[in-house]
């Protein structure tokens, strides 16, 4: 009281400084009065202090009052008769743990408004429990029911309460000691009934519980040294709880410190006995100490790399500039001018005079920009380019016919039209001293050596090679360039083809030029006029260069399966070589020659250890891959290879490796014939490349009435092409053709109405009383309905078929037409007669009826194709007549006599 009436001013007022220091005294004078048992004066006494305090607070609003109570009876210990039932608050990570300050997050409001209000009621406490693992981590709130928390709790004073201004409260809650939860006092907000629980009883002087004591003590030591973010919460400790002798609140303490689990946590607080609890914060004070180091180690990697790489920098930017200062070495920008200069000067007066100046000006421009500027790297990109290129470097031609005979033939078989249009275009290039301005257009159908033969050219010419495929390219900046204004922007294919190659004249092969694609970007078509013409490509000015380039001197090849696809004016620029596609022969000499070779090269077999006989691939020829090319069959060849090695490691694995050693000391001559040790022959095709897909060679070996076989080109090459012709109905004005189908087009269909009334007026002639055409709705379909079909060259199969059906008579076996029919009876030439040839001969057809007009393509047709095959040339429909059914004077006669022999 006399310390009170000395702290107090004369106009009765208590300052803040003076009610702080008042605090302590009486702080320290009722733990006193409890430590000599006199606990009715320290009530007493406490009793005072909250009166004289809420009539003297500053503020107005008793908090310091409140605190100031607060601290003399968390120093005497709240009675624990006196809260029997304490307000729940879930918490969601760390539990809390007797003498440790907690802030907490309360995010439900009815639990911040009941805090606020013990607060004002002076009895700021609370029970503070975790929630239990198996709640998920988006599933915890503050709305938890009593099963959701565990069991044991801590009795935890509200230091302060403070609204974050979102919607929550934050807490600070100061742990006293420990609760069991016994039941539910009310909900919402969950109160609940406890019971305060005391430590086991234990000997404070054993020497184990002293050895642990210190162990702690001396590992809280070790863990500061390594991290002293726990500092101010020790210091608090030493100053309040009296020193680090009592192991209880020593044992929290230590496992407060530590960033352990929740559950190793709750453990601790969980466990009454003192020495077992001792114990477990030791275990984790030691783990806690061994992540401390293990943070310290990474960070003094990570320091020591960090300083490594400063350190090296430093040091090479002192070299440079050392090395800059005697001379030794220049700068980058000086260094990238020298180069540049240097490749102009190695080219010397080859450089073109525009080029020339436009390389020089950049270079001027590059010395005066910063080497950091954006520009900088932009001109740099540019004179690479530049300078990069062969300008006037140039491949010396090799016009040896005999040379380029030579490597034709090594390359591919067969192809002797092509060959001899290739070795004639060499030939005209000795005479006239070069090839310029020739573009060459290599045309037919995929798998025949397009692209190949187009290489085979380069190296007899002794050209440099570059391809690059158009198909589906929409945009003519791949051709011609970007601008150099675009980010990223890149020359055109044709420059880059010049880098690429150094050569100023390499053999060019523009591949799928028949695929070529229309998009937003401009017509690559009509970009490809300049470069394919050889009076504009002499100057020819890519867009990011933007300086002339000579293209005259390149040989353009291009390869296409279509002719009708690409575009007029470009077609006009080219000269068509066509490959047709290869007999079976060609193919068995391709295959033992090349493919198969190849094929067992890439399964990784010998000659000696597997093989095909000759008739097995003559089988996968005609049963398997008839295409026009042979890109199927190296694929089958390939199939059957990798299964034979399959088959080999899984039976013989050792024995191979075996006989594999024992065979590379002794080699085989060079030339010797080998014969392998598993071969495969045609019986053993199925299990390798499955059942032949060509079961047949024809849908009819002999066609019925009303069904002719026909003769069709495709992309692929030639194929087979039956008209089947039917009635639908027959009665007085339903003639007429009723139905088309087989995916027919608008040229086919016109085709088919020219031959029903062609076959009628035939008809009228021959038989003038049969009422066929005029009485019978007709059906003419063409099978393999999923593959589009158009054209004008079925006009006289269509025609043959309607008399057939007309006549009730089969035409004659083994013979297969193809022509254009007119209106008049007039068959007209066609186009395709090498494909269609080869289709007639791969289905064993014996004659073929072709028009007069294609009497010159069928001489100019290799021997080997034309051997088996009885041509007919016709002119008019009645030629085609007689070779199908004979002739019609003799077939009139026989009518007649049948009506006579009737009568």
Not at 468 to 489: C, I, P, W
């Amino acid at each position: 009281r006399r310390m009170w009436r000395i702290a107090v001013r004369r106009d009765g007022t208590l300052p803040r400084h003076r009610l702080n220091h008042v605090r302590d005294i009486l702080r320290r004078s009722a733990s006193s009065q409890q430590g000599s048992g006199n606990d009715g004066a320290a009530q007493r006494l406490a009793k005072w202090w909250r009166g004289q305090a809420q009539s003297h607070d500053e503020t107005g609003d008793g908090t310091e009052g409140n605190s100031a109570h607060d601290a003399v009876v968390a120093a005497n210990g709240a009675s624990a008769v006196q809260y029997p039932r304490v307000l729940a608050v879930p918490l969601q990570r760390r539990p809390l743990l007797p003498g440790i300050l907690l802030p907490v997050n309360v995010a439900d409001a009815a639990i911040a408004e009941e805090i606020q209000a013990l607060r004002s009621q002076g009895r700021p406490y609370v029970g503070a429990f975790l929630l239990k693992e198996n709640i998920e981590e988006g599933n915890k709130t503050m709305e938890q029911a009593e099963e959701d928390m565990h069991e044991i709790g801590c009795f935890a004073q509200v230091h302060a309460a403070v609204a974050d201004g979102k919607g929550g409260t934050q807490v600070l809650l100061m742990g006293h000691r420990r609760l069991k939860r016994t039941g539910v006092g009310s909900k919402n907000p969950l109160v609940v009934d406890v019971e305060h629980l005391k430590d086991h009883s234990y000997d404070a002087s054993d020497d184990v519980i002293k050895a642990t004591v210190m162990e702690v003590v001396s590992t809280i030591k070790d863990l500061l040294q390594t991290s002293p973010l726990y500092r101010e919460q020790l210091q608090y400790f030493a100053q309040h709880s009296g020193g680090f002798h009592d192991a209880s609140k020593l044992a929290d303490l230590g496992a407060a410190l530590t960033s352990a689990k929740d559950t190793e946590l709750q453990e601790v607080l969980e466990q009454m006995d003192v020495p077992e609890r001792l114990n477990r914060t030791l275990l984790l004070l030691k783990k806690e100490l061994e992540l401390s180091k293990l943070q310290i180690d990474i960070g003094k990697k990570v320091e020591e790399k960090i300083s490594g790489d400063q350190r090296r920098y430093f040091l090479m930017e002192q070299l440079k500039n050392i090395k800059k200062e005697l001379g030794i070495e220049k700068d980058e920008k000086s260094a990238v001018v020298e180069k540049f200069r240097e490749r102009v000067k190695e080219k010397g007066d080859l450089v073109p005079k525009e080029a020339a100046e436009t390389i020089e000006e950049e270079i001027n421009k590059l010395q005066a920009l910063d080497p950091s500027s954006s520009e900088f790297n932009v001109t740099r990109n540019y004179l690479d380019w530049l300078t990069g290129l062969p300008w006037g470097v140039t491949t010396k031609e090799v016009f040896d016919i005999e040379h380029a005979r030579k490597t034709l033939d090594e390359d591919h078989y067969g192809m002797d039209d092509v060959k001899e249009r290739i070795l004639e275009f060499i030939a005209v290039g000795k005479l006239s001293g070069s090839t310029h301005g020739k573009i060459l257009l290599l045309s037919g159908p995929p798998g025949v050596g397009k692209t190949s033969i187009g290489k085979s050219i380069a190296k007899a010419l002794n050209r440099k090679y570059y391809r690059f495929s158009v198909g589906g390219l929409g945009d003519v900046a791949e051709l011609k360039g970007h601008r150099r204004t675009y980010v990223g922007a890149m020359p055109g294919k044709l420059v880059q083809c010049f880098k690429s190659t150094q050569s100023c004249n390499p053999l060019v092969l523009i591949d799928e030029i028949d695929k070529l694609g229309r998009g937003h970007s401009g017509d690559p078509a009509s970009a490809l006029l300049e470069i394919l013409d050889p009076e504009q490509n002499a100057t020819f000015m890519d867009h990011y260069l933007d300086v002339p380039m000579d293209l005259s001197k390149v040989l353009f090849v291009c390869t296409a399966n279509m002719l009708e696809t690409i575009p007029g004016p470009l077609y006009d620029r080219m000269e068509n070589i066509r490959l047709s596609g290869y007999i079976a022969e060609e193919k068995f000499q391709i295959a033992r020659r090349y493919l198969d070779p190849q094929a067992r090269d890439a399964a990784g077999l010998r000659p000696e250890e597997a093989g095909l006989t000759d008739s097995a691939i003559r089988v996968l020829i005609d049963d398997y891959a008839r295409e026009a090319g042979v890109r199927n069959l190296k694929k089958l060849l390939e199939r059957v290879y990798r299964k034979l090695a399959l088959k080999l490691v899984q039976v013989e694995g050792k024995e191979l490796e075996q006989a594999r050693k024992e065979g590379s000391a002794a080699p085989n001559p060079e030339g010797a014939v080998v014969q392998a040790k598993h071969m495969v022959t045609e019986t053993d095709l199925e299990e390798y490349v499955g059942p032949p897909v060509f079961a047949a060679d024809r849908l009819y070996e002999e066609p019925p009435t009303g069904v002719i076989t026909g003769l069709a080109w495709t992309s692929m090459g030639g194929s087979v092409l039956y008209i089947e012709a039917g009635v639908l109905e027959q009665g007085e004005g339903k003639g007429g053709i009723r139905s088309l189908t087989g995916q027919l087009g608008e040229v086919m269909r016109e085709s088919a109405s020219i031959a029903h009334s062609c076959a009628r007026s035939v008809l009228s002639k021959i038989q003038p009383d049969n009422r066929f055409f005029s009485e019978s709705a007709l059906h003419i379909h063409v099978p393999a309905g999923a593959t589009p079909k158009d054209g004008p060259s079925a006009g006289i199969t269509i025609a043959t078929a309607l008399l057939s059906l007309a006549m009730e008579k089969p035409a004659k076996k083994g013979i297969a037409m193809t022509g254009e029919l007119s209106l008049t009876g007039r068959v007209l030439p066609i186009g395709g007669i090498k494909e269609k040839a080869i289709a007639a001969k791969r289905a064993k057809i014996k004659e073929i009826i072709l028009p007069e007009g294609n009497r010159r393509d069928w001489k100019e047709l290799p021997q080997e194709v034309k051997d088996g095959l009885d041509a007919h040339f016709v002119k008019v429909y009645d030629e085609v007549f007689e070779a199908c059914f004979g002739n019609p004077a003799q077939i009139k006669w026989q009518e007649q006599e049948e009506k006579a022999s009737v009568v």
